[in-house]
C-alpha cells in the first residue's frame, strides 16, 4: 500500500510495542569499544548470551565507523584506550548521535575523570571489576531511559501532528465554504438549464452529468467542513455484516479488474458505534491506496473480527485502551513499506506518491475517524510482503432499535 497520508514498527501508530505479524523485535544493540582484545570479546560474549547485539571497535575510528553503519543505542567505552582518550570520543559520539547513551568503562575510577564523563554527555560510570548483575542492571537502565525518550518524543510529534492539522483544518474549512457557495450558484443556473432543454437529449445528458459533478463537489466540501469542525461528530450504530457487502461492490467497480477484492466478516460480529458518514470514504481511500500499490494487481482482502483487548496487550502502549473492539483489517498484496515510510505513516502532507498524484490528507483522515470512534489505526508492513491497515473499532455499548 503505497502512502498517501500514512507506522512505526507497531501495529498500532505511535507504538513501540512489538509488531504484530510485521518484523521481529530487533536485539539490542551495544557497541564496545576497549582496547583490551581480550576483555572486549568476554564482554560481548557475555551480553550476546543475554541476547545483545555487540559490536566492537577497538580504538576511536573504529568506534566512529560503526556509529555511521550500525544502529547502535547504547556505547560501553573504556576511558583509556590505546589511541585517543575514552572522554574525547564519548564527546565526538554524541556530536554524531545525540540520542546514543554512552557510559564510561574504567579499571582507573577517580571523581575526576567520572566528572569529566558526565560533562562529556556520558550518562553513567562503570568501575573494573564489576559483576554482571551490576553491568545487566545499568543497561535495563540505559534502555529504559531510551524507551522514555522515545515515549517523550512519541508525545511531542503527536502534538505537533494534532496543532497542524487544526491550523489544516480552519484552512480547508474556509477552503470548504467558499467553495460551497460557488457551486451553490453553479447548481442553481445547471437546474435552470434542465429545465429549458426539453426536446435535446444529448446536451440535458451533458447537464446532469454536469449535475451529479456538482453534487460530488457539495460532498467533498461538506467531507471538508467535517475535517475542519471541532465539534464533535454525531455517531450511528452500524452493523459492519450489513454495511460492508455493499461497499465490496463499489470499490470492485471502481478498483478494476486487475484488484481482486474480498471480504470475510465473523458471523458473530458485534455491531460499532462510528462517526456518521465517514466509514465508506475511510475504506475507498485504503483501497485507493492499495490500488496505487498493486499497479500490474493483486488481491484487496477486507476482513472484520471481535477482539478483546487485555491490559497485558502489547497494543495497550500505544494508547489502545483495554476492551471489546471490532478488528477491521485491510490488506494488500503490494509492495509494502519500508520502515522510515511506515514511521511517517500519519504524517498529515507525507506521501511517497509523486507531486500532483497524493495530497497526504487521506491516511490522516482515516487515523481521524477511527480516534473519534474511540479506537486506534495499526500498520503491518513490510517491503515486499505487503500492507495490512487495521481499524480497531470499538464494540457498541447499546444494541436497541437494531
Same mark, same amino acid.
Given at each position: ?9 507497531? $501495529?498500532?501508530?505511535?507504538?513501540n ?5 510485521g ?10 569499544? $576497549? $582496547?583490551?582484545?581480550? &576483555? ?7 551480553l ?33 584506550? *590505546?589511541? =585517543? ?7 565526538? +559520539?554524541?556530536q554524531?548521535?545525540p ?5 564510561? !568503562? ?25 559483576y554482571?548483575?551490576? +553491568? ?10 531510551i ?6 518524543s ?14 489544516? *483544518? ?8 467558499? &467553495?460551497?457557495?460557488?457551486?451553490? !450558484? ?34 467533498? %466540501?461538506?467531507?471538508? +467542513?467535517?475535517?475542519? %469542525?471541532k ?12 454495511e460492508l ?14 484488484v ?16 456518521? *458518514? ?11 491506496n ?7 494487481? =493483486?488481491?484487496?482482502? &477486507? ?16 494508547g +489502545? ?15 509494502g ?12 502532507? &507525507? ?6 498524484? =497524493? ?20 500498520i503491518?508492513s513490510?517491503p515486499?510482503?505487503g500492507?495490512?491497515?487495521n ?12
Amino acid at each position: 500500500m503505497t502512502v498517501e497520508d500514512t507506522e512505526l514498527p507497531a $501495529d498500532v501508530i505511535g507504538a513501540n510495542a512489538p509488531a504484530q505479524g510485521g518484523e521481529a523485535t530487533e536485539a539490542r544493540c551495544v557497541l564496545i569499544v $576497549d $582496547d583490551d582484545v581480550d &576483555f572486549a570479546s568476554s564482554l560481548a560474549g557475555l551480553l550476546r548470551l543475554e541476547n545483545y547485539h555487540t559490536p566492537i571497535a577497538h580504538d576511536p575510528a573504529a568506534a566512529l565507523d560503526l556509529i555511521a553503519s550500525e544502529r547502535i543505542a547504547v556505547a560501553l567505552v573504556d576511558v583509556r584506550l *590505546g589511541i =585517543g582518550d575514552g572522554v574525547d570520543l564519548v564527546r565526538a +559520539l554524541r556530536q554524531r548521535n545525540p540520542d546514543l547513551v554512552c557510559v564510561m !568503562v574504567t579499571a582507573y575510577a577517580s571523581i575526576e575523570t567520572a566528572v569529566e564523563a558526565l560533562k562529556a554527555g556520558a550518562y553513567d560510570y562503570l568501575s573494573k571489576p564489576f559483576y554482571t548483575e551490576e +553491568l545487566l542492571a545499568l543497561l535495563d537502565r540505559c534502555f529504559e531511559r531510551i524507551r522514555l525518550m522515545e515515549e517523550k518524543s512519541r508525545i511531542a510529534e503527536r502534538l505537533r501532528q494534532t496543532r497542524r492539522l487544526e491550523a489544516m *483544518g480552519q484552512l480547508a474549512s474556509g477552503i470548504a465554504h467558499d &467553495f460551497n457557495n460557488i457551486l451553490a !450558484v453553479l447548481y442553481s443556473n445547471l437546474r435552470w438549464l434542465q429545465e429549458r432543454l426539453d426536446g435535446q437529449p444529448e446536451l440535458a445528458e451533458l447537464v446532469t452529468d454536469a449535475l451529479d459533478a456538482a453534487r460530488s463537489g457539495s460532498e467533498l %466540501a461538506s467531507r471538508l +467542513l467535517s475535517f475542519g %469542525a471541532k465539534r464533535q461528530e454525531e455517531t450511528a450504530i452500524v452493523d459492519l455484516r450489513k454495511e460492508l457487502p455493499p461497499l465490496m461492490r463499489v470499490f470492485t467497480r471502481t478498483l478494476g479488474d486487475k484488484v481482486a477484492v474480498s471480504l470475510d466478516t465473523a458471523k458473530d460480529l458485534q455491531p460499532v458505534e462510528i462517526p456518521i *458518514g465517514q466509514l465508506e470514504s475511510s475504506l475507498l481511500n485504503l483501497a485507493l491506496n492499495a490500488r496505487d500499490a498493486m499497479p500490474e494487481g =493483486g488481491r484487496l482482502s &477486507f476482513a472484520a473480527r471481535n477482539l478483546v483487548v487485555v491490559a497485558e496487550d502489547p497494543r495497550v502502549a500505544s494508547g +489502545l485502551l483495554p476492551g471489546a473492539y471490532v478488528l477491521l483489517s485491510v490488506t494488500d498484496t503490494g509492495k509494502g513499506m519500508p520502515l522510515a515510510v511506515r514511521r511517517r505513516a500519519l504524517e498529515p502532507l &507525507f506521501s511517497t506518491k509523486p507531486a500532483g498524484e =497524493g495530497n497526504g490528507l487521506g491516511l490522516a483522515m482515516v487515523d481521524g475517524f477511527v480516534r473519534q470512534a474511540g479506537g486506534r489505526l495499526g500498520i503491518v508492513s513490510a517491503p515486499g510482503e505487503g500492507t495490512s491497515i487495521n481499524l480497531y473499532l470499538p464494540q457498541a455499548r447499546r444494541i436497541s432499535g437494531m
